[in-house]
């Protein structure tokens, strides 16, 4: 049976508020990483999600 336009937004809707729902119950239950301060790492975003290193304006990736 075929659906109505109106009908497929609204199932449409009704998931991506229940994805939303557990994706907050999976945030809420994790757990928060207890990581001792870096001495002397580097400013600026994290080199290893952004998949290059840079330091004195020269980058060079890993």
Known sequence: MSQ???EKEAKKAEIAKRA???AAERRSKAKSLDLPEELGGRDGPEPVR???WEK???ASDF
Do not use: S
């Open 4 to 6: 109505t336009p109106a």
């Open 20 to 22: 939303l729902k557990e």
């Open 50 to 52: 952004f998949g290059d």
């Open 56 to 58: 004195k304006g020269i």
